[in-house]
């Protein structure tokens, strides 16, 4: 089954209901051995996602703590184009409301291959 129409209405949806984030992926270059760094390049997708509060019977504590948050978020950008997988979750930040998030977890619903959205978790 093609998932690409799925996607295209979840992002609908998530776009008239959502709030904007920004996905920022970082990519290392050369290496400067006298100050320990790598010269370093931002792409950054302006993508939809629905903020949401955990119900109380989800909080145990452990995984999910009081105060945690998640988001419902969109898998494609503002221009249609589908993200990189977020999931493998390296060098990335997602920032919200000018804060860049602690991400605590991030699983992809991924039906059929085609992500349709990522859920996330994050902690304040």
Do not use: W
């Not at 690409?4 to 609908?12: E, P, S, V, Y």
């Not at 949806?13 to 709030?19: L, Y």
């Not at 920022?24 to 629905?50: C, I, N, Q």
């Not at 860049?100 to 977890?105: E, K, P, T």
């Amino acid at each position: 089954m093609d998932y690409a129409k799925t996607r295209l209405m979840a992002d609908n949806k998530i776009g008239a209901f959502g709030d904007d984030f920004t996905v920022r992926y970082m990519t290392f270059g050369t290496y400067y051995p006298a100050t320990d760094s790598y010269a370093t390049h931002a792409t950054s997708y302006a993508v939809k996602g629905l903020p949401l509060e955990f119900n109380n019977r989800d909080i145990d504590g452990t995984l999910v703590q009081a105060g945690d948050k998640r988001i419902l978020l969109s898998a494609l950008d503002s221009n249609g184009t589908a993200l990189p997988a977020l999931e493998k979750r390296a060098n990335f930040d997602i920032i919200y409301e000018c804060k860049v998030l602690n991400i605590i977890n991030i699983v992809p619903l991924k039906p059929g291959g085609t992500t349709l959205l990522f859920k996330i978790q994050f902690r304040n």
